[in-house]
């Protein structure tokens, strides 16, 4: 059998465009998808001055009336949306005048509230900028005693608004959760409506999970009075006031514990998790993985990672997950799963699907802009400073990961593959093709094709021509 290394730009991307069914689509949508594109361009930075000077004046225009109404919530709401109606920019910060007029309002908590509307998030971002400005505001309302019935509230709001910083988010979840305590609070706050303590710790809880931090996830679920922690166990931590939670929260806590070192209580609640692992015998990689249910593969997953080594070769759990759970629209599958996962392919002795891991499992430094931690105040301050170094150290560790099981991958060249029915090879350009592998025999194996907005997975087989990939499944978004 020919052997080659891989090499850059070898890859003909044009094979997805000769398959009818995808210009066929295309062209079903182009006229739905020329709609919905409309070019964005970068300010320049005397437009960026201007917008600013123009925020400002509005702002400006909105503090007398503050002022003069004495921190009058629904003046609030009309400053809040007048700045987030001016294209193109935010301000990072509120002005100290802001500030002090939300710190002298006569209901703090309210006109915090108002400016930082529930929809300020859905306008988060504006050229990669960061929303800070609802925050400080939020946070300036949190510093005055008068806001502590309501704080709960002011901390949650926070959270929604943080889509970019996860360390922040988890940090005002946290916060949240602790200031409405574990069981609802009666019904009372003037003028408020706590918080669901049950979605607060779901979401912190998912947070942790998704961000791979393992060990903070199983401190935090460890922390949680019993009718808190068991609710994503026995429901699938399907509640939530943001209308999402995963479904497979009670596995990420299995995979959680093993990455943190205790494998006597993963294995304990994966116990009562009441999910039939998938096994080699339901079928690997026969036929269409993009609606195939992860849950047991990713139960069959974890219950080998609490194995011991060595055994029967684990390449056909390892390809299906890949398949399932990493490949195409569901490759945003992130976390502590992509972490075990990882760690299982080096365990086994397969470094092209570690790579292939920590490729996704690398994350993002989002330090976020800084805050006052006089305003943020020194418990939650510290938190985050703990939870943003957390966030960086994961990052650095797949980043070596990758290029260790990269460089262990490339000792063995990837032998010549063709696609089936197409002139087309396999085996090229490490990052356009991030996965290929052979089982221990060499004679089974799987390749992934992945070129930005489409992507193809095949199966491996050796024949007597040489090896071949047979496709099982294809995407386009």
Known sequence: M???????????????????????????????????????????????AAAQRRLRRVEASYLRRLERRHGDPET???????????????????????????AAARNPAALALAIAAKDSASVGYVFGAPVTYETDVLLTALSVPA???????????????QLDDVALRITCLERAFQGVGAHYPPDDTPGGTPPDPISLT????????????????????????????NFPLDHGGSRSAEGYIRNDQGLSLVA????DGDPSGARDLLARIPIKAWSPSDG??????????????????????????GGEDAFSLLAEFAAVAMFGPSGDFRGVGVTAYARLAEREGYPEIAAFAWRRAGGTETGGQPLDPELLGSPAAQRLHKLRAAVAERA???????????????????????????????????????????DRSGKHGIAIVEAGWHGEVYRLEARESGLVGVQVDWWIS
């Open 2 to 48: 020919q052997t080659a290394a891989p090499c850059s730009g070898a890859v003909n991307l044009g094979r997805l465009a000769r398959r009818a069914a995808i210009p066929l689509a295309l062209l079903a949508f182009a006229p739905e998808l020329a709609a919905q594109i409309r070019e964005v361009k970068q300010p320049s930075p005397a437009e960026v």
């Open 76 to 102: 609030g709401k009309e400053l809040g949306e007048a700045l987030r109606k001016i294209p193109g920019r935010r301000l990072d910060h509120p002005s100290a005048a802001i500030r002090a007029a939300v």
């Open 147 to 161: 806001s502590a019935p309501r704080q709960a509230e002011l901390w949650a709001r926070a959270a929604a608004i």
């Open 202 to 229: 779901s979401l912190a809880l998912d947070d942790l999970l998704t961000a791979g931090l393992a060990h903070e996830a199983v401190a935090f679920f460890d922390s949680l009075p019993w009718n808190i922690s």
């Open 256 to 259: 959680a514990r093993i990455l």
């Open 284 to 309: 690997t990689l026969t036929k269409s993985t993009a609606y195939r249910d992860l849950e047991p593969v990713w139960r069959a997953l974890l219950e080998r990672s609490l194995a011991p080594a």
């Open 396 to 438: 650095r560790t797949a980043r070596a990961a990758l290029a260790a099981n990269r460089e262990a991958a490339a000792k063995t060249p990837r032998p010549v593959a063709w696609a089936e029915h197409e002139r087309v090879r396999l085996d090229l350009d490490v990052d356009a093709i991030p996965l290929f592998a052979l």
